[in-house]
């Protein structure tokens, strides 16, 4: 069983900046593909970017391509998510998802761990 842990949400200007992280429990938070995945209110959710154990490969949803970067650090088990010239369309739940697997994917269906989801309101 692996554990999510999200942080980092909260109340943004348009423009401006914001990291999320993502901690999780295990010994094998290597061998895992993470991702980041959003609801806005009253949408369905959203892929926003994976990344595959070794951090070396990478895939994200063409509305934060050039905005949001995704990184890990396996020595602290955690996967962060910088963003980037935050506009209000970006404004959601986001949370942190993980499947034992060097595959990249990004249908939600595909990941089989899920931590409680960070707010992230980004204001006009």
């Known amino acids: 069983q692996v554990q999510l842990v999200e942080s980092g949400g909260g109340l943004v200007q348009a423009g401006g900046t914001l990291r999320l992280s993502c901690a999780a429990s295990?010994?094998?938070?290597?061998?895992?593909?993470m991702a980041w995945v959003r609801q806005a209110p009253g949408k369905d959710r959203e892929f926003v970017v994976a990344?595959?154990?070794?951090?070396?490969?990478?895939v994200y949803a063409d509305a934060v391509k050039g905005r949001f970067t995704i990184s890990r650090d396996n020595a602290k088990n955690t996967v962060y998510l910088h963003m980037s010239s935050l506009t209000p369309e970006d404004t959601a739940v986001y949370y942190c998802?993980?499947?034992?697997?060097?595959?990249?994917?990004?249908?939600?269906?595909?990941?089989?761990?899920w931590g409680q989801g960070t707010q992230v309101t980004v204001s006009a």
């Open positions: 295990g010994r094998t938070f290597s061998s895992y593909v």
């Open positions: 990344i595959r154990g070794s951090g070396g490969s990478t």
């Open positions: 998802a993980s499947r034992p697997s060097s595959q990249l994917v990004t249908a939600e269906l595909g990941y089989d761990y």
